[in-house]
């Protein structure tokens, strides 16, 4: 940036730009004392070009103390809320993960118990199943058919159980 201010700075010169900069460094150019040079800097485009680097100049220089010292102060405090916020929002997300988790479990237990409690009729439907003409003649026995049920049931509950932990 340096070379090109330099640039645009020699392409005219006034022999009040030095009087703009002091202004504008002291903070008198935003007062009533720099209405003078500011109404001078608004029809000459040297010193409104002076005028221009130098509040550009004066902006990089504020940005670069401010760097430096956010390391020291403000960036490791921005870093302490970010992980503060962070950790709140993973404690936030426990429990309903739990809640998740435990929903899943008492539908598990609630289908085995409801297998268990139609147990009779499961079996009596596997039975019946079994007695059926063309189940036997196919080579489909009750035994047969109890453990593809169960087979079945447990493959569709680990499906289920993989999903709901996959998730997490
Ligand atoms: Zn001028």
Same mark, same amino acid.
């Given at each position: 940036?340096?070379?090109?201010?330099?640039?645009?700075?020699?392409?005219?010169?006034?022999?009040?730009?030095?009087?703009?900069?002091?202004?504008?460094?002291?903070?008198?150019?935003?007062?009533?004392?720099?209405?003078?040079? /500011? &109404?001078? +800097? =608004?029809?000459?485009? #040297?010193?409104?070009?002076?005028?221009?680097?130098?509040?550009? $100049?004066?902006?990089? @220089?504020?940005?670069?103390?401010?760097?430096?010292?956010?390391?020291?102060?403000?960036?490791?405090?921005?870093?302490?809320?970010?992980?503060? /916020? &962070?950790? +709140? =929002?993973?404690?936030? #997300?426990?429990?309903?993960?739990?809640?998740?988790?435990?929903? $899943?479990?008492?539908? @598990?237990?609630?289908?085995?118990?409801?297998?268990?409690?139609?147990?009779?009729?499961?079996?009596?439907?596997?039975?019946?199943?079994?007695?059926?003409?063309?189940?036997?003649?196919?080579?489909?026995?009750?035994?047969?058919?109890?453990?593809?049920?169960?087979?079945?049931?447990?493959?569709?509950?680990?499906?289920?159980?993989?999903?709901?932990?996959?998730?997490?």
């Amino acid at each position: 940036m340096g070379k090109k201010m330099s640039e645009r700075m020699n392409l005219k010169h006034c022999e009040r730009e030095q009087e703009v900069v002091d202004a504008l460094t002291s903070g008198r150019w935003a007062t009533a004392w720099g209405e003078d040079i /500011r &109404r001078h +800097a =608004e029809v000459c485009t #040297a010193c409104a070009e002076v005028a221009f680097v130098t509040q550009e $100049f004066r902006r990089e @220089a504020d940005a670069e103390l401010l760097q430096a010292a956010l390391p020291s102060a403000g960036l490791v405090w921005w870093k302490a809320q970010r992980a503060a /916020r &962070r950790a +709140a =929002e993973e404690r936030a #997300a426990e429990p309903i993960r739990f809640v998740e988790r435990a929903t $899943f479990a008492l539908v @598990a237990l609630a289908l085995l118990g409801l297998a268990a409690w139609n147990w009779n009729f499961i079996a009596g439907w596997i039975r019946h199943a079994g007695e059926l003409a063309i189940l036997p003649s196919l080579g489909f026995t009750p035994a047969i058919l109890l453990v593809a049920t169960v087979a079945v049931f447990l493959s569709v509950m680990a499906l289920a159980a993989y999903v709901g932990w996959r998730e997490d």
